[in-house]
């Protein structure tokens, strides 16, 4: 399964069914299996990044929860206990491997806002660079409706895009998309292979889900749709047995749905269609390094023009006139002012406080 043993950096996602019984709890054994496999992947210089639901699953038992649909507030505080217990799991699974693990929370308002956005895309990118395994879910604790991912699939999608992962895994309670329900149709034929999510793959999708879960086939179409536009190839297979990503490596029957490009061509293209909020001019020394593929830094800027926020897009121009490039800026217009001209050892004491070390990171532009 080569999308998955290539894979420079890979996104698992959990759904609850497969983490939480509903009778018995967690299902222990089944997470150890789990972190073997992820130990495994990370052993041949794979990043991963685990997605996982089941905080509120875990927290409505211990607080004896019905099982039937939850209001907001109970699912809130299901969630705030089940937390707890989620993260604890995945740390006692994957530390006897030497995996430290770390615990991210997050609501879809984080992906909307382009400065939360590039909060958390800054701080699972040091994770990573520091051997973490973030291990990630959805604040249910704070998120109402309207800032609600609502499903995990999607939520995993998009985490995939903010890292530029390169494959994403959904492990499901079934083995893949089918053009019918198959527990219904037993005619109904398999995927092995997506190529393009046309409008005819949409409708086949249904909406049956699990009794823990939220998402059914239509979330995960939906998720694949938004994982491959951003360059990442994304898998469904059945997650029940233990060591599913072993079971998935050796043949395990599966769906995959094709990247239509690569994570640095799809960033790199939408940074490149922003209108800029402002400009910055640069020296000829930092001009020489952008072409180089470095970042800009503060002491390469010689003007600021324009009013923009963090996360922001603007124009990178030569001492010229001439504009070299677009990235989002880590610094408000304001700040970029102050520190224009100046040595990263100097920002703090410019701004008062601790500021980022660039001003556009590269990973952040387009030359």
Known sequence: MAPLTDA??????????????????????????????????????????????????????????PKTKLALEQSQAAAAVGQIRLARAYEEALTPHGITTAQVLVTLEDSEDRRRYLNSRATMETLLS????????????????????????????????????????????????????????????????????????????????????????????????????????????????????????????????????????????WIASMKPHGTVTVDVGAQEALNKGKSLLPVGMTTVSGTFGRGDPVAILSTAGDQLGIGLSRYSSAEAQAVKGKHSKDIAETLGYEGRNVVIHRDDMVI
């Not at 939480?20 to 210089?45: C, F, H, M, P, Y």
């Not at 996982?52 to 004896?64: D, F, Q």
């Not at 051997?131 to 879910?137: D, K, Q, R």
Request: charged share 20%; with cysteine; hydrophobic share 40%.
């Open 8 to 65: 420079k950096r890979l996104v698992i996602k959990i759904g609850s069914a497969l983490l939480v019984d509903q009778t018995s709890g967690l299902r222990s054994n089944w997470l150890k299996s789990l972190a073997e496999d992820v130990a495994e992947i990370r052993a041949r210089g794979t990043d991963v990044i685990i997605v996982s639901s089941g905080s509120i699953a875990l927290g409505r038992g211990v607080l004896g929860l």
């Open 130 to 269: 520091l051997g973490v395994t973030p291990i990630v879910n959805e604040n249910d604790t704070v998120a109402t409706d309207e800032i609600r991912y609502g499903d995990n699939d999607r939520l995993a999608a998009q985490v995939a895009v903010t890292v530029g992962a390169d494959c994403l895994v959904l492990l499901s309670d079934v083995d893949g998309l089918y053009s019918d329900n198959p527990k219904v149709n037993k005619d109904a034929h398999h995927y092995d292979v997506v190529n393009e999510i046309t409008p005819e793959i949409e409708s086949q999708a249904g909406d049956a889900g699990s009794g823990l879960s939220k998402g059914g086939m239509k979330t995960k179409v939906m998720a694949a749709k938004l994982a491959t536009d951003a360059g990442c190839s994304m898998l469904i297979t059945l997650g029940t047995p233990n060591n599913p990503l072993t079971e998935l490596q050796n043949g395990a029957r599966s769906t995959l749905f094709v990247a239509q490009t690569n994570p640095h061509a799809a960033r790199k293209g």
